[in-house]
């Protein structure tokens, strides 16, 4: 059942093949959605009959709504309880090219016709992708890369198995599991996203753990342990008793944008003529006021009135507020004082998680509830560009040379969720132009800092070296160095500063994944573990050549569009210094592991460092980022800007071409997991977005409830 909006000619014409076998999926949400409209009509009709009643005889009213309300409720529990039993489950057992189905022109055709193409398999596309199949869209999705799940996807290095490292997903907030359940259209929730802990040695459960650098030489006691909002607070004043009003202040003022915050995410659902007027009449003045300014600006002013004799507390106290800077992908200096409030106090309070099975269960997942109801995401399958009709209308893709060039047709929508910068590089420049993309130049956002990442194979065990399930966040601050500054230093010579002043997080997968020791070491074989050591880092510090680095645009941070780029699948051609280079990061890098786990010496058999030229070979935006474009306050601040969040608007000035992901709402996983969801509710309309908002409340409350389980 394909609900194709807008059927297009041409379309159809390349495409007028059989439709995709009716996966197991597809039979449960159509009885649902027949279930609810059935719901929705019984209720209409019996409500009209009380109001009918009502008229004719207030006492016999009564009677009639009391049993139309019995009755209407017990059905639509009934109906709601049928849907939530039958709802999808993920196969017993994982098919082995699931995220690994390479491009074939052919078999695209033969699955065909699609009513959506997505651009990208990373959790935006993957989740936009699954929930428009749940609402009877036909989706293909196209991946560049040769596995699906973009930031979520892991790799082995020079293919040594016993290791595999995350690419770009760290931690998340353990909602990522709902999100996800919702996605796939789930009876429970497909994957499990433990909270983090560090339960190994001192029990307290710290996710997160701030040292600063300075303060090193003074052991543990100077170290922040991050266990919830609550404990966080208390402690913070328990250290700074000098700093409370202050604190107060800082406190109040965070809460009151992470208040705001749901609003902002939600009002994107809205087209964007009424989010404008919806986001000024509801958002409160502080959100315009703070969120467009830098966090040391906003720190500076809220503790100007601190005595002089706090001055070193102030800078320490600093330093821990903004210790999770880096979960904001944008150093401290310049960040959104909004990012500062959302990783100091809102993420303490929903808690880090990690997905069991490793980050690529996030991607597989959604994969295999896409195919189940006749979806298909293929990867080595680059897309070059949109194409557009006579009128302008986004009407399918071509893909890249590599791919044999192939054209795709999609009767509904283009989703890309390959980053703005990107889709604007895939509008041809005629069309474009007269489309309004043209004004990517007026998009005054820049694109993000990549991070340097030393993924590192360890022989041993965990708990024997001590290792945490938490993360350490090491911060160049204390003994008169404030964090900005320290940062401003490590940015200006991030080869010079003393190791101990390089800002970074230190985190371990193996001991991240609960379900990873749970498996037996086989008889024989050794215990292997990761750790990964990250850092931010610019893209032109490793430009792959010196015109390279010439021809970016360092205000936008972006590379140079004339490069050229090598497919994710082979081996990129690098300046001579490059490895030079890295030898030096990974040397470095290294001994800062060394020196806050001293138990690893002996016990590391792999280091290799990645680069954000690496992000940029298998995640290409354009310039290495990390988090798509920057979450910086100040000029074209993506809160607060009208004009930034009108031309990253997810219903794109090309018609019929919607964009989502990270770009689409903000950076991190589950957000860019929230950006599919909105995206595909857009796409859908209001009605198809009512019954997909009941079923999921559905599926949560009756997995909330343990009525279906796993
Ligand atoms: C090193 C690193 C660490 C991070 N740590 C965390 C963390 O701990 N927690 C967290 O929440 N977030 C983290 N992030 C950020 C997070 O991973 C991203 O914000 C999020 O995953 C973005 O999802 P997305 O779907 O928007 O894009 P992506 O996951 O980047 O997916 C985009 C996909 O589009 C594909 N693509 C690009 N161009 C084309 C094309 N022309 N044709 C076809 N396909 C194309 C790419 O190959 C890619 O697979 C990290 C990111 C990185 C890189």
Redesign the pocket.
Known sequence: MCKSKIPNASATAKNASAPAPTGDGEVADFASTFGWIAGAVVIVVLLLGGLVAYFISSYVSLLTLAATCTVVTGATIAVALMYAKQAWKPPAKRSRSCGRQRFSAEDAEKKGPWDVII????????TCASVLSQLNYKVLV????EL??????EYNVDGKTNWAFP??????IPASEQMLQVACGAAVPPVRFPKMGDDSDLGDSAYDRVRLGRLDKAGLSDELRIISDVQLRAELRERFPGLEPQLAKFEKLAMQLLQAFPIWCALHALPMGARRVACKALLPAVWWQYASKNSEEVLMELFADAPASEAENVRQLHAYICGLWL?A?CAPQDVSFFMIAAVSLGFPHEGGAYPEGGTKQLGMTLVESLESRGGACYVR????QVLLDESGRAIGVEL?ELAGGAKLYAKTAVVS???WR?TAQ?CPRMQSSQQGFHEREKLQLRQGD??V?LNVGIKGDAAEIGLPCCNLELQPAGDGMSVFDGVRAYLEDPLGVPITEIPAMLTFPTVKDRAYHKKAVPEGKSQYETAQV?CLAKTSWFAATEEEEEEMDSEKNVLSSNRTHTP?WKVPTRNKNYAEMKEKWRERLVNLLLHHYPKLEGKIELADLSTPLT?EH????GSGT???LDTNAGKGCRFTDMETMALLDMRTVVDGLWL????ALM??????QA??LITAIRIAGPIHATFFVLKAATLLAASFFGITKS
Request: proline share 5%; with cysteine.
């Open positions: 651009v990208g398999s990373g959790s935006g596309g993957l196209l991946e560049a890369h699906a799940g973009g930031s979520t996807h690419s770009g997903l760290h931690y998340t979960d992908g399958a680059p897309v070059q890249s969720a390959c980053g990107n895939l990549g991070f990442m990250l994710a992000i298998y995640l290409p935006t990390a988090i798509g989502t992901g990270q770009d950076c991190g996983v589950p957000l860019a950006a599919g």
